[in-house]
Each structure stands twice: as structure tokens, then as C-alpha cells.
């Protein structure tokens, strides 16, 4: 089944304390992108690939990571966590390098919650 | 800066009425448009796109929307809303030059029988 996987879908942290969200497709995609969704605020973008070790900044890149070693995965990484991270995390992939005219295909999200 | 307005933070429609949401963009050009719906628990699926041509476009579920340039607006459409139509929604906006994406506020739709 074609679809994008996330791990873990609910995480609880504290601050300072170094994570990874893992973020799989299995489409063979050019495109990933994290997202996060706060209420009142939409989905931000916080960074996106075209391919692999091609990577750019969104929206709200600040506190976050990522790294684009393979096609299929795109990890998104918070060094030091806050509590201002907390939110509800979405990866998606689109099929080529020129995602805005493509769908995005969305994983089942990440909620995650920094003490 | 580009920006995506989704006036209406919350609507509620009786099941089988008609349904508009509405969703204007703010941006030089004429960006790429969506729509998506995120069910409850569930992450985005697309409902419908428009890049050119026919500014009136289909998309799943029986939705449509229709691109207004002069009033930088895409709403979407329903002519019949279904129970199961209940969810969140939202306008996004792909800009090309930077294959980056602007999403709404979203609108979240209650449906009662």
C-alpha cells in the first residue's frame, strides 16, 4: 500500500532532551516535507526536500533539523526540545522536484508533547 | 508576504444543505491552489487543485471550487453536505518559485442531521 509512515505517532519528552521523528514513503517521491499544526495557526511549513541532499527551509525552521540521505526517508530532528515544539507533527511527499503544481500525501501525524 | 485567509473558524450546515467555505490568498501572482480535508486523528487528504485554465474545478467527494482572481479567492463547494463531510478544512497555496506551501487557519465543519 502506497503511503507515508511516521514514528513514533505520539511522543512524550522533556526539554533539552534530543529526538528524531522518523518519516518514511514508499512512492518513490522526490518531494518530503514536514509540517506542523498548532490550533488557530494552520499547517507551517518547517522544511522540505526536492531530493535527496537537497534540503530547504519553510515557514518556521527554527529548533529543527532534518537530513536527506536516502529517498525514501526524511527524519526530522530537534537537538534541544521546548516546550513551544509541542504540536502536532505531519510529513508528506509529493512525486517530483515540483511539488507545488503535485499532491502532497500526507503521514497519519506525530503529536508530540515537551515538559 | 504570502498569506492564506480562511474567514470561518467553524461552520455548522444541517445534513443535505449546501455548503460553502470560504479561503482568499494574498500573493503577487497567481499561485497554486488546494484544497484538503483532515478527518479527525487522520492527517490531510486532497479534495481538489487548480493551477490554470477552467477557473470552476472538481474535485472528490462531489466538491468544487472556483477560482476568483480579481477577488484573489478560491472558494469550495457542496451542493449537498453529507454527515460524513464533517471534518477540517483547509485552503493552501503553493508558491512555484520556492516550492514552498501556505496553509489557512482551516475550518473545521459540524453537519447535523
Known amino acids: 500500500e502506497a503511503q507515508v509512515t511516521q514514528n513514533p505517532r505520539y511522543l512524550i519528552t522533556v526539554t533539552g532532551k534530543k529526538l528524531t521523528v522518523t518519516c518514511s514513503q514508499n512512492m518513490n517521491h522526490e518531494y518530503m516535507s514536514w509540517y506542523r499544526q498548532d490550533p488557530g495557526l494552520g499547517l507551517r511549513q518547517i522544511y522540505y526536500s526536492m531530493n535527496v541532499e537537497v534540503t530547504d527551509k519553510g515557514d518556521v525552521p527554527e529548533g529543527y533539523k532534518v537530513s536527506r540521505k536516502e529517498k525514501r526517508n526524511f527524519p526530522l530532528i530537534l537537538e534541544s526540545p521546548s516546550p513551544n515544539q509541542t504540536s502536532l507533527y505531519f510529513c508528506?511527499?509529493?512525486?517530483?522536484?515540483?511539488?507545488?503544481?503535485?499532491?502532497?500525501?500526507f503521514g497519519p501525524g506525530t503529536r508530540l508533547l515537551v515538559l | 508576504a504570502q498569506s492564506v485567509t480562511q474567514p470561518d473558524i467553524h461552520i455548522t450546515v444541517s445534513e443535505g444543505a449546501s455548503l460553502e467555505l470560504r479561503c482568499n490568498y494574498s500573493y503577487g501572482a497567481t499561485p497554486y491552489l488546494f484544497w484538503y480535508v483532515q478527518s479527525p486523528g487522520q492527517g490531510l487528504q486532497l479534495l481538489l487543485k487548480y493551477f490554470s485554465g477552467d477557473t470552476l474545478v472538481q474535485g472528490i467527494k462531489g466538491f468544487e471550487a472556483e477560482f476568483k482572481r480579481s477577488q484573489s479567492s478560491f472558494n469550495l463547494r457542496k451542493p449537498s453536505v453529507h454527515w460524513s463531510d464533517a471534518a477540517e478544512y483547509f485552503c493552501?497555496?503553493?508558491?512555484?518559485?520556492?516550492?514552498?506551501?501556505?496553509f489557512g487557519t482551516g475550518t473545521s465543519l459540524t453537519v447535523i442531521p
Open positions: 493552501a497555496v503553493g508558491i512555484g518559485i520556492y516550492n514552498q506551501f501556505y
Open positions: 508528506a511527499s509529493s512525486l517530483s522536484g515540483s511539488a507545488v503544481q503535485e499532491t502532497q500525501y
